[in-house]
């Protein structure tokens, strides 16, 4: 695949899952300082309702996020048109937000974010199981492989764009 025309949409999960664990900022700095430059080549964007999710906790990474150069796409009418299409295709679909808890709400825009910008997902998201689809659950790849979009997690996402890690032993 040819990265240099190739843009990614990030879930909410992709930042706060790699922040939080793997590739904590007091342990891997500089893989922070790359998404932020990628973002500045514009390759990689998140929408405003994952902006929103990040920026509601208000902690480090959110802190991170405002400074960083990763561009944040606000909704428009066609985004607007993209989320439709994506409910109308399937009504399975209205599944991925979760009403009750009030969770996943800026999914379904990440879908329609990338459709609009022929953009791949990138989630941390898995596709569902079949427990969860007896209780209606559908995640973010089962949503794009119904609607033959890309997506990928982010360990893909380091693989494709050739990112390679090097260690050091911090002085203490």
């Not at 300082?33 to 509601?56: C, H, T, Y």
């Not at 009030?102 to 990440?110: C, E, F, I, Y």
Request: proline share 4%.
């Amino acid at each position: 695949m040819d990265v240099d025309n190739v843009k990614y949409c990030l879930d909410a999960n992709v930042l706060i899952q790699a922040w939080h664990h793997y590739y904590s900022p007091d342990i891997c700095p500089d893989y922070w300082e790359l998404l932020s430059n990628i973002g500045q080549d514009d390759k990689l964007f998140i929408p405003a309702l994952v902006f929103e999710e990040i920026n509601r906790t208000d902690d480090d990474l959110a802190q991170w996020l405002k400074s960083s150069n990763i561009p944040v796409r606000e909704t428009t009418e066609n985004v607007t048109k993209c989320l439709n299409g994506i409910y109308s295709a399937n009504p399975d679909h209205k599944y991925l937000v979760d009403n009750v808890k009030g969770r996943s709400l800026a999914d379904p825009w990440v879908i329609a974010h990338a459709i609009d910008e022929n953009a791949i997902v990138v989630t941390k998201e898995e596709k569902v199981t079949a427990i969860n689809k007896k209780r209606n659950k559908i995640k973010i790849p089962d949503v794009c492989d119904n609607m033959k979009i890309n997506w990928m997690n982010d360990f893909q996402l380091i693989r494709e764009l050739g990112i390679r890690f090097s260690c050091v032993i911090k002085n203490k």
